[in-house]
């Protein structure tokens, strides 16, 4: 298969998906299902293959100018290609889990739809091959998350996605003014063309840092930095397969994606370094992970601190960035798989609990561990690779944010990551007390909020399997971490053939 | 033993308790609830029995896995042959006498009692998880290894604590949990900050990196004081005394045996000791170390003797020996050149303590639960390993020679003294424990004796049996300085003569006037204003917290209200539009008529 044909058809599976599912009648129940997990495999095979293709040193690229100097580009590298693995990977998890939790639900073929949509867009910006390409799809995630977020239609549904389009269309918009000021100055850059801005003149720098933090400021509303973060919080009120894909898969990751693309392959990371770019990169992150983790402490429900506790972990990944040097690097491109893994695991299991039991605030999870102990195992793997426990993989990016901050002499963000780790463990260690620790209505004492009728598991398979298989891969991923193909091998890879400063 | 047999054996033995802790769960979901299962049975307590095969059967052997983690490199040596080889005896024992400590825990639960079934799984669950990574600390020769097991371990003991689920077990389980954080964070601070200077991800990279790095030392102290938690270093002791007492017997026995050991393992496989090329500063914080060491050594002992529980007595002195052990460690640092013969004498005297201390703490269960033996010769047995930490006979003396002949040679006499003084203090905490005991034990007589062919009593004496004859079996390489000669023993046994004055002569005095001060001396000590402390910053952070809330509020606010106003501008803008249609004509007009009067009046 040629190289264009297999990138238009990873593309196509998902956006013929969602074509086929608006056609679809609404009970079509099983069709729906059948085209959703159909697709959500073809298409993670043909990224597989993709992967293994190019680490054979095959190329695939798709390319056509829309504009005299400005082209549409899909293109692999092994950057994208890894991003696009993980949300293929999370992808499957999340459609498995979503037709278990709509299961009964109205609307459910505008859901899937739009899921679908969803998904084709963050595949389109991890194969984008320059900044024109990614903003087209980042504009079409905006638009087909939004009835993902307000799909219950409640009046707090509304009020979210209200907040959600106040904050990401004047990002969009700002993301574009410095596009095309990038354009205007440079011409089409395509990804891992650093030269260009490298080579220019002098004079233009302050130009250059000026046009950068515009962009920062663009992809940051989806990153959640502070102080832009303000609709993740809000945004919980969507149903639990929205908020994993929202905070692990696709729109909290695009924005983080988007700052890897321009520190590394639009700016180079030689010239952030030269231009002082990057240490405010590290202020802002140190900043978004101590508030974000503060912040988390004070929530009372489980889902609003598992946002929080979003706003502090994203930014892992552009401290990663921040660090100048190959160890950086490495931890923030592996953490941006990581943190994935680990925060579906969280969401998938906060979602459980509320579909079981009906619990939504952190008091209600007293014994929750004997009524539900493979969800909460799921849990608390989650919990403790975000704390930062091996052998979970949360550890691996710590060890690697450490390290790399000593290397770029930096020796400050080892307290920064010191005083997040310790308020990972006060926000998320009580919960484990209560899940394990404290009797409950399995005990005894008490009830549940809403216990659902008792099925043979402790909750539907469609809702367990994917909690249960997102927190096996986080274990794996951390436990295999020097295997070929684990998450840290293939970033190792990718730093060492491409981006060694 | 060969590389294919050792490459078998060592990942058998970290796996073993793990698939014993995987049966475990699968029996519990097996089974309906309520009804009968033996969860603590033979099977079960067989868990450290391959480590201990390994440890007693091969001297040195190394296993690297490239796809482990960061990379895993495993090994056994002649320092971790023995240190593994104690920890799994004692182990086994222990989880030998915790099959007899909770059978009445398992009566009740097949008698339908839902709470002691609950609390019974979960122990049955978390030992063989915790054994597994103190097992792994033991061996792993890599940074992510070793933090891996240490990590595994102290949170897994956490369920052990809090076995019980009192009040007490409660506040002993928040204290260790606590401090265990903590140490966990400045152990990690330490790792990074080392690994990172060094660019390596092995033990001995880091202990070499730490030498020639700037600020080696600082990263000395970081992880000085972070295993210093587990090893209870003065200052930060104080969850010890909360979380070892309220532990079921067996499980403080581990606890204060082997689990406060990982904190010197951790300082023998980080810390530079032993390095004549270390700088100055190292010295500085060797110097630091043996002060906090012999403080902790005597201040434990003083406190300790002021508290009534036999166990939290026991915690104490452990608290008092670490304290020693501390001290030694230090000399690594202070005088580097010592360090050979002394490394050899601290595994000694932690294999010492280790199974000395656990067979006193399954003694504490022994006393209540007295098995047929006649009274005296019990006491006796009780007494026994008592006597040896004093340093009186058995393993006790051959450990305390071992290390007074060393600094004695080195010159270090004044160390020595101080060491004594801490053995005064250990006789009076000694004496102490079984003055508790002895006081508890009317009642237990009451309660009826038990069978000797008990596993209780069984495991207690095998205990004591290994504890007493350490330095035959173990010894070997490590009794550098063989037995001490006759003429030495004044010089070795006189603080044990000086302790036991003292405690005859305290307790005749408190016979006669009983002091009130037991009342105003909690066991421990720190935590409780520490507590208060925090609950007072708690109540200012919480503040604080919400101030951040409803500053973020109130700048949303701002921002709604900018949109707002400007909404206001737009229909403002509308309604200006429509008022110009609806007067276009005049306003037109009105211009027209000024136009023309403009031209007409104009100067021509």
């Not at chain 1, 561990?369 to 990016?397: D, H, K, N, Q």
């Not at chain 2, 010295?283 to 005597?298: D, E, K």
């Not at chain 2, 095998?462 to 300085?481: N, S």
């Amino acid at each position: 298969m040629s190289g264009a044909l297999i990138i238009l058809a990873t593309l196509g599976t998902s956006l013929f998906t969602a074509v086929m599912i608006f056609l679809l009648p609404e009970r079509a129940f099983r069709a729906r299902t059948g085209l959703n997990l159909g697709a959500a495999l073809v298409k993670l095979g043909l990224v597989a293959w993709m992967v293994w293709g190019l680490s054979r040193g095959r190329e695939y690229t798709l390319a056509f100018p829309v504009l005299e100097g400005l082209a549409f580009v899909l293109r692999t590298d092994s950057l994208g290609i890894m991003f696009a693995g993980l949300s293929s990977l999370l992808w499957l998890f999340t459609t498995v889990y979503a037709i278990g939790y709509l299961e009964d639900s109205p609307n459910r073929k505008r859901f899937f739809g739009f899921f679908s949509l969803c998904v084709a867009s963050t595949l389109g910006i991890s194969l984008a091959g320059n900044l024109f390409t990614l903003l087209v799809f980042y504009e079409l995630l905006t638009l087909s998350t939004y009835p993902l977020v307000v799909h219950r239609g409640t009046a707090k549904a509304l009020a979210a996605g209200k907040v959600y389009l106040r904050f990401t269309l004047p990002a969009g918009l700002v993301l574009m003014i410095g596009m095309v000021a990038l354009h205007a100055l440079a011409g089409d850059i395509r990804f891992g063309q650093q030269e260009i801005l490298a080579e220019l003149a002098p004079g233009r720098r302050p130009l250059l840092v000026g046009i950068f933090w515009v962009l920062i400021v663009g992809f940051g509303v989806k990153a959640a930095l502070v102080p832009l973060h303000g609709w993740l919080p809000r945004a919980m009120v969507a149903p639990a397969p929205v908020s994993a894909l929202l905070h692990a898969v696709a729109v909290v990751k695009a924005g983080a994606f988007g700052i890897v693309r321009l520190v590394y392959d639009i700016y180079g990371v030689e010239l952030s370094a030269e231009l002082g770019l990057l240490h405010g990169l590290v202020a802002v992150a140190s900043v978004t992970i101590l508030y974000g983790s503060l912040r988390a402490l004070a929530q009372q429900e489980l889902k609003p601190r598992l946002a929080y506790s979003t706003v502090s972990q994203v930014s892992y990944i552009v401290l990663g960035i921040g660090l100048f040097g190959p160890l950086g690097t490495i931890a923030a491109l592996s953490h941006l798989l990581h943190q994935g893994l680990m925060k579906s695991t969280l969401f998938f299991c906060a979602g459980n609990y509320a579909e079981e039991l009906g619990i939504h605030r952190i008091d209600e999870l007293d014994g929750a561990g004997r009524r539900m102990p493979l969800t909460s195992l799921a849990f608390s793997v989650g919990a403790l690779g975000m704390i930062g426990v091996p052998p979970v993989v949360g550890f691996l990016s710590k060890w690697y944010l450490g390290t790399g901050a000593i290397q770029a002499d930096m020796p400050w963000v080892i307290v920064v990551l010191l005083a997040s780790s310790l308020l990972n463990a006060a926000y998320f260690l009580p919960i484990l007390g209560r899940l394990w620790f404290r009797p409950g209505p399995d005990h005894g004492v008490g009830e549940w909020p809403a216990e659902r009728r008792p099925v043979r598991l402790e909750t539907l398979a469609w809702l367990l399997v994917p909690a249960v298989a997102t927190a096996l891969f986080s274990l794996m991923a951390g436990v295999l971490a020097g295997m070929p193909f684990s998450p840290l091998e293939w970033t190792t890879r990718v730093v060492n053939t491409e981006y060694l400063p | 033993m060969s590389d294919a047999l050792f490459a078998l054996a060592l990942p058998t033995a970290l796996l073993w308790p793990l698939v014993l802790m995987l049966r475990v769960s699968l029996t519990v979901a097996r089974t309906e609830r309520g009804q009968p299962r033996a969860l603590l049975d033979g099977l079960w307590c067989t868990a450290p029995l391959p480590a201990l095969a390994l440890a007693l059967g091969s001297d040195e052997g190394a296993l690297a896995l490239d796809w482990w983690l960061l990379g895993g490199r495993w090994m056994l040596d002649g320092t971790r042959g023995p240190l593994l080889a104690f920890t799994a005896l004692l182990w086994l024992l222990a989880g030998g006498y915790a099959r007899g400590y909770l059978a009445g825990e398992q009566a009740r639960a097949v008698a339908g009692d839902g709470a002691a079934e609950v609390r019974l799984t979960r122990f049955a669950l978390l030992w063989p998880l915790t054994l597994s990574g103190n097992l792994l600390l033991l061996v792993a020769e890599d940074i992510a290894s070793f933090y891996l097991g240490f990590a595994v371990m102290t949170f897994a003991a956490y369920g052990l604590v809090v076995h019980a689920e009192t009040r007490d077990a409660r506040t002993g389980g928040r204290a260790y949990l606590v401090m265990a954080v903590l140490g966990e964070g400045l152990i990690l601070a330490g790792l990074l900050w080392g690994a990172g200077s060094a660019g390596t991800t092995m033990l001995d990279g880091l202990r070499e990196g730490m030498l020639e790095a700037p600020g080696g030392a600082w990263m000395g102290l970081l992880l000085w004081l972070g295993f210093g938690v587990k090893a209870g270093v003065v200052g930060l002791h104080f969850w010890l005394p909360l979380a070892h007492p309220v532990a079921p017997t067996p499980a403080s026995a581990v606890l204060s045996g082997v689990m406060i050991k990982a904190g010197l393992v951790g300082w023998l496989s980080t810390l530079p000791l032993g390095e004549p090329t270390a700088g100055e500063t190292f010295v500085w914080l060797g110097r630091a170390m043996l002060v906090a060491g012999l403080a902790a050594a005597i201040g434990a002992a003083l406190y300790g003797v002021c508290q009534r529980h036999p166990k939290v007595v026991l915690a104490y002195s452990s608290v008092s020996q670490m304290g020693m052990a501390t001290a030694l460690v230090a000399m690594g640092l202070v005088a580097p050149t010592l360090w050979p013969t002394l490394s050899a004498a601290v595994v000694l005297f932690a294999a010492h303590h280790g199974l000395t201390k656990g067979a006193l703490f399954l003694g504490v269960g022994i006393g209540k639960h007295p098995p047929r033996l006649p009274t005296w010769l019990l006491w006796t047995l009780l007494a026994l390993p008592a006597l040896s930490l004093t340093g009186a006979l058995a393993s006790g003396l051959a450990a305390k020679w071992a290390v007074k002949a060393v600094l004695y040679d080195g010159g270090y006499p004044t160390m020595v003294t101080g060491l004594s003084l801490a053995a005064v203090g250990t006789t009076a905490l000694m004496a102490r424990t079984l003055w508790c005991q002895w006081q508890g034990k009317g009642q237990a007589r009451e309660e009826g004796l038990e069978p000797l062919m008990s596993p209780m009593p069984l495991a207690w004496l095998a205990t004591l049996l290994a504890a007493l004859t350490l330095p035959w079996w173990l010894g070997g390489e490590l009794m550098v300085r063989g037995w001490p000669p006759l003429d030495e023993l004044s010089g070795l046994l006189w603080p044990l003569a000086l302790g036991l004055v003292g405690a005859v002569t305290a307790w005749s005095v408190a016979r006669r006037r009983p002091l009130r001060l037991t009342w105003r001396l909690p066991p421990g000590d720190l935590w409780w204003p520490l507590v208060r402390s925090g609950q007072r910053l708690r109540t200012r952070a919480q503040g604080s917290l919400d101030r951040l809330g409803s500053a973020q509020g109130a700048w949303v606010a701002w921002w709604v209200a900018r949109e707002r106003d400007a909404i206001r501008a737009l229909d403002g803008m509308t309604r200006g539009e429509g008022w110009l249609r609806r007067h276009a004509a005049v306003l037109m007009m009105g211009l027209a008529v000024g136009l023309a009067l403009l031209n007409v009046f104009a100067p021509a």
